[in-house]
């Protein structure tokens, strides 16, 4: 039987396994964390040393800045694996993986074999997609919960009503989950387009069957214990940070007001986001015009598309990942209008190009990702860096605070400086001979040209006072197509007594 079920599903296994080692490859040797990254690594590792699985958060963030199972995930993943790069990341790989198990699935549900097939190779080859399958961050885990959450509900909706319990079940399983990941917006990515398809349906027979009573008793004894316990245990200030800062002010604008862009820009980071398959959307829709598609599950996939680009869209804090819980449903819709009569000759084509996509990227792994592992200072200066030092982090090398606390022995301690001018920097890394400071090359040679020029506010450096190590860098934000068009090569310093 299992046999049976393996030669089935050849194809996806084949999938699978390209998707595992595209996203696999490097996982460990890339030393170095991009975008929000360190925070969840750092957090976890400080978690499982202190004991403290309670409200894991690095040491530069507010308790609770973001819910608890990210953290509790990867420290899993450092319990199996031991910590490292690598081992932070492994919780999205997975996510990532059974999203494309996921998609396909779906497409089974209907009798869509092609689409299913179709629906995970251009998922596993969307930009955004490979990126985020590769990095330590909650924004994964979010996206998977989400789409279990809906797809559970868009097939209960057109089953039999007999398996629709265990899959409504799973369905609010799911959205308790991203609850725990990453708070109300995963309520709202799900609940709204649902709501409008139902509303489109006008059904109260669709009502009974997704038992809402039920789903809400299941996403409170998920979800209530543990806000209770923050309560309990951490007072009221952790979750009115939570609740009202972090996600109330932060998409109003009022906590992270610095990032405001245009109403547009979701918009156009989805096609970016969802590169190269992006492309292919004008065609797409156009064709499901003119077919007047109006199938439900095709129906709720366009409203969950669509609501959460307008989502972020009316959010004053707008980042160019936030539409990744969307591709998804991007791929799904393409993937199914060119499984139909109208575009099934595109489709062995576009396997095709996934192939091609998918040897390119592990092709640029390989070749450039071992290019510029010497370009990923932070393990190397601490190793190089004399032992049992205080780290002192200039406010030009803020940045690779958490990357240099990583490294570290615990406690995984740096003091960050990033409020103090740089004669104040200086006056405490000279009066310390224990303290070795992390700068730019820059900020080092402004000391010193300052005091070339006998800057009063500067103090007398110690001719003590040296290079103890160097490192070579390309910016701390990952390879991406801006940096190699214009790389701001830069060194980084580590100096002290």
């Known amino acids: 039987?299992?046999?049976?079920?393996?030669?089935?599903?050849?194809?996806?296994?084949?999938?699978?396994?390209?998707?595992?080692?595209?996203?696999?490859?490097?996982?460990?040797?890339?030393?170095?964390?991009?975008?929000?990254?360190?925070?969840?690594?750092?957090?976890?590792?400080?978690?499982?040393?202190?004991?403290?699985?309670?409200?894991?958060?690095?040491?530069?963030?507010?308790?609770?800045?973001?819910?608890?199972?990210?953290?509790?995930?990867?420290?899993?993943?450092?319990?199996?694996?031991?910590?490292?790069?690598?081992?932070?990341?492994?919780?999205?790989?997975?996510?990532?993986?059974?999203?494309?198990?996921?998609?396909?699935?779906?497409?089974?549900?209907?009798?869509?074999?092609r689409t299913g097939l179709l629906a995970a190779s251009m998922l596993g080859t969307s930009y955004l997609f490979v990126s985020f399958a590769r990095m330590a961050m909650s924004d994964m885990l979010l996206t998977l919960f989400v789409t279990t959450s809906l797809l559970c509900f868009a097939v209960s909706i057109r089953s039999n009503p007999v398996r629709s319990p265990a899959l409504v079940l799973v369905a609010y399983i799911a959205l308790g989950l991203g609850v725990l990941t990453k708070g109300p917006v995963a309520l709202a990515l799900v609940l709204v387009p649902l709501g409008a398809e139902i509303l489109i349906r006008r059904s109260r027979s669709v009502v009974r069957r997704l038992r809402p009573v039920f789903g809400l008793l299941i996403l409170g004894i998920l979800t209530a214990p543990y806000f209770a316990l923050i309560y309990f245990r951490l007072g009221a200030s952790p979750l009115r940070f939570f609740f009202i800062g972090e996600n109330l002010q932060r998409f109003t604008g009022s906590l992270y007001g610095w990032s405001q862009r245009p109403a547009w820009y979701v918009l156009a980071a989805f096609f970016w986001d969802f590169a190269p398959w992006s492309l292919l959307m004008p065609a797409v829709i156009w064709?499901?015009?003119?077919?007047?598609?109006?199938?439900?599950?095709?129906?709720?996939?366009?409203?969950?598309?669509?609501?959460?680009?307008?989502?972020?869209?009316?959010?004053?804090?707008?980042?160019?990942?936030?539409?990744?819980?969307?591709?998804?449903?991007?791929?799904l819709i393409a993937a199914e209008t060119f499984s139909s009569a109208e575009g099934r000759r595109f489709s062995k084509p576009i396997l095709f190009a996934c192939a091609v996509i998918a040897v390119t990227i592990f092709a640029l792994q390989l070749s450039a990702g071992q290019r510029f592992?010497?370009?990923?200072?932070?393990?190397?200066?601490?190793?190089?860096?004399?032992?049992?030092?205080?780290?002192?982090?200039?406010?030009?090398?803020?940045?690779?605070?958490?990357?240099?606390?990583?490294?570290?022995?615990?406690?995984?301690?740096?003091?960050?400086?990033?409020?103090?001018?740089?004669?104040?920097?200086?006056?405490?890394?000279?009066?310390?001979?224990?303290?070795?400071?992390?700068?730019?090359?820059?900020?080092?040679?402004?000391?010193?040209?300052?005091?070339?020029?006998?800057?009063?506010?500067?103090?007398?450096?110690?001719?003590?006072?040296?290079?103890?190590?160097?490192?070579?860098?390309?910016?701390?934000?990952?390879?991406t197509l801006k940096m190699l068009r214009n790389p701001p090569r830069e060194r980084l310093l580590v100096v002290g007594h």
């Open 1 to 113: 039987m299992i046999v049976a079920l393996l030669t089935k599903h050849r194809r996806l296994l084949i999938v699978l396994a390209l998707a595992s080692v595209l996203f696999a490859t490097g996982l460990w040797s890339y030393r170095e964390f991009v975008r929000a990254e360190s925070y969840f690594a750092l957090g976890a590792r400080l978690m499982i040393e202190s004991g403290n699985w309670l409200a894991p958060h690095a040491p530069d963030e507010e308790l609770l800045n973001k819910p608890p199972l990210t953290y509790w995930l990867i420290g899993l993943s450092y319990k199996i694996a031991g910590v490292s790069y690598g081992a932070a990341r492994l919780p999205s790989v997975m996510a990532a993986l059974a999203l494309l198990a996921l998609v396909y699935w779906f497409g089974l549900q209907f009798g869509w074999l």
């Open 287 to 331: 064709l499901d015009w003119k077919r007047r598609h109006s199938g439900c599950p095709k129906r709720l996939l366009y409203l969950w598309l669509a609501w959460t680009i307008v989502l972020f869209s009316f959010s004053s804090f707008k980042v160019d990942y936030y539409p990744l819980p969307a591709i998804p449903a991007a791929a």
């Open 373 to 479: 592992n010497r370009f990923l200072p932070a393990s190397q200066l601490v190793v190089s860096a004399p032992k049992d030092r205080t780290w002192l982090i200039s406010r030009g090398a803020k940045e690779w605070a958490n990357d240099i606390a990583f490294n570290l022995p615990p406690p995984h301690e740096v003091d960050r400086t990033s409020g103090l001018d740089e004669a104040a920097l200086w006056e405490i890394l000279m009066s310390n001979v224990n303290a070795v400071a992390l700068v730019r090359e820059s900020e080092y040679v402004r000391f010193a040209l300052a005091h070339d020029q006998q800057d009063v506010r500067l103090p007398v450096p110690d001719s003590q006072l040296k290079i103890l190590a160097s490192g070579e860098t390309f910016g701390h934000g990952g390879l």
